[in-house]
């Protein structure tokens, strides 16, 4: 398996641009998570998904985020507008429920 | 409420030195612990999860659960152990496989 699949690797936009980002789990995996990673803050839970079901989307800043899975096999993460303080890397993780969670090389983002 | 704690930023040690990791974590049931290692600019890895009980790469950690600690240990550091290390805790509860990080120490391993 190729592991956890994220694109795009690095992303460069202005103040007020639609961010998508986007990850395909390892096959067979039934957990997703989006996690942000600063220099401020360390590993941030953003969002997790059971089954494709959104369990607990507490960690999600505000309304400009969003995230979706429409199937087992894709999940994106949505910015709009994208804010300067919304720089950090974004990473992607699965797993299937009670063993060890993958994680995925990251998107780094920068708005400037 | 649930909370992993790295008290240390940044542990730096010289080659062959003995390290230990330290992290404490705040859980009301019975959690499973990890550690995750990430290489500059590299994705996070798992390293050791406590319900295994193996020894990656020399490290070893104990789950002390009178003192609510999963502290990473190493008797002898190598340069290529210069990294970022994650203490993470899931709860067991629910069936949900959520982790919480804590901040993460940096280990730098000089010659």
New interface residues.
């Given amino acids: 398996d190729a592991g ?1 699949i994220q694109s795009p690797r690095h992303e460069v936009t202005e103040m007020g641009q639609e961010v998508t980002l986007r990850c395909k789990p390892i096959s067979g995996h039934n ?1 997703l ?1 989006w ?1 942000r990673q600063t220099m401020m803050r ?2 941030e ?1 953003l969002i ?1 998904f ?1 089954n494709n079901v959104p ?2 989307d507490s960690g999600m800043p505000e309304d400009r985020f969003s995230a979706k899975m429409p199937n087992a096999s894709f999940s994106t993460l949505k910015i709009q507008p994208s804010e300067p303080r919304d720089s950090a890397v974004y ?1 992607c ?1 699965s ?1 299937q ?10 998107s780094w983002l920068t708005v400037v | 409420a649930q909370r992993v704690t790295q008290p240390e930023k940044l542990l730096s040690v010289f080659k062959g030195a003995p390290v230990e990791l330290k992290c404490n974590y705040s859980y009301s049931g019975s959690p499973e612990l ?1 550690w ?1 290692v990430q290489y500059s600019r ?5 390293l050791l ?1 406590h319900i295994s009980r193996e020894s990656i790469k020399g490290f070893t950690a104990d789950l002390n659960k009178g003192e609510t600690s999963f502290h990473l240990k190493k008797p002898f550091a190598q340069e290529e152990d210069s990294a970022m290390y ?1 203490c993470a805790l899931s709860p067991l509860s629910g ?10 120490t940096r280990l730098a391993v000089h010659p």
């Avoid at chain 2, 590299?42 to 798992?46: A, D, F, N, S």
């Avoid at chain 2, 069936?95 to 993460?104: P, V």
């Fill in positions: 956890v957990s998570f996690y360390g590993l839970l997790y059971n369990i607990d990473f993780a797993g429920i009670g063993n060890t969670i993958y994680f995925g090389e990251g | 990890f995750y590299q994705r996070l890895q798992l999860r994650y069936g949900y496989n959520k982790l919480i990080f804590g901040a993460g």
